[in-house]
């Protein structure tokens, strides 16, 4: 059965939110803004404690359909979670942070395509800084999707062959969300790789509720690939320096997966406070199809708005 177009949206946004975005490759307007100020320190430790939700107890609709193994994971998921109510927050925010954010995807990890949860709090507790909840869990799972046809459209960069080898799952499994995030993500690092930062990928999908399969179609969209400008290191240790440089050879292709795997790995001998998001700029030259790059860990102090460099 074909899709609505507002169908469509719905399940782009599920399942390409993740991938379509490169927070990497966003340009930084204000090197400012991404500074920790002195001021909002203060600030924030004048902030009222936000109020920690716990979830003493779990219990299911009679009856529900599923399956005990994936009652046991969403309680293992639920158990991970950190909920808490901020203040001048509705305090049920956290219900529809359960719903969507764990109980939704939990489903959709298991097949269950077209799920929709509803969790109902019963307060058994009430401090300061503490509700404790208990939770009743209704679902409306519909039918197990499994993986149907899945194919490529519109890439010339890499072979079908580069592009399979990033696929996550096969025809017939369980048609697993986290697995085709994983798999947009796996393709967009392979793009990265050779400097098409401005890559997207929109999953188009065909769902035959007789046959409870979904069709994959991955279009993707490679817009131009990007060569290394200019490139200012600031802050960073020589030995470091000089690594970091061998990765940015002005007039190469920009492989920003590699950049992103030595900001990660060596994190630990970057000051204290800096990160990827934090400290590393890049600007596109959309012309001449060249990036140029500042990494910068100097720290800073920033008083009423202003930020110097120590």
Not at 51 to 57: F, G, L, T
Not at 70 to 96: E, S, Y
Not at 223 to 243: C, D, N, P, S
Request: charged share 30%; proline share 4%; hydrophobic share 40%.
């Amino acid at each position: 059965m074909a899709y609505t177009f507002a169908v469509a949206r719905e399940i782009y946004l599920r399942l390409s939110a993740a991938a379509l975005f490169v927070s990497l490759m966003t340009p930084c307007l204000s090197q400012a803004t991404s500074q920790e100020c002195d001021g909002a320190s203060q600030r924030l430790k004048d902030t009222p404690r936000p109020i920690k939700v716990i979830i003493a107890s779990v219990e299911f609709q009679d009856g529900d359909g599923l399956p005990e193994e994936l009652h046991a994971q969403i309680k293992r998921d639920i158990a991970k979670q950190d909920f808490r109510v901020g203040p001048g927050t509705p305090d049920m925010d956290w219900v529809n942070e359960l719903d969507g954010a764990v109980l939704l995807d939990a489903l959709q990890k298991a097949g269950y395509f077209k799920a929709q949860p509803y969790t109902t709090p019963y307060l058994i507790r009430a401090e300061a800084h503490r509700l404790q909840y208990a939770v009743r869990i209704d679902v409306e799972s519909g039918p197990q999707y499994r993986v149907g046809k899945i194919e490529f459209a519109d890439f010339t960069a890499f072979t079908e062959e580069d592009l399979w080898k990033q696929v996550q799952l096969a025809t017939g499994e369980v048609f697993d969300v986290g697995k085709i995030r994983d798999t947009l993500n796996s393709i967009l690092r392979l793009y990265q790789a050779k400097g098409y930062i401005d890559l997207t990928i929109e999953p188009q999908m065909e769902i035959d509720d007789e046959k409870h399969q979904i069709a994959l179609v991955l279009k993707v969209s490679e817009e131009a690939q990007y060569r290394v400008g200019t490139v200012e290191i600031l802050g960073v240790e020589e030995k470091m320096k000089k690594r970091l440089a061998a990765l940015l050879e002005p007039g190469e292709i920009f492989d920003a997966a590699a950049l992103t795997r030595f900001m990660k790995e060596n994190a630990s001998l970057l000051p204290e406070g800096a990160s990827l998001e934090r400290n590393l700029y890049v600007r596109r030259d959309t012309q001449d199809r060249m990036v140029d790059i500042t990494v910068d860990v100097r720290p800073k102090v920033c008083s009423e708005g202003a930020t110097q460099d120590l």
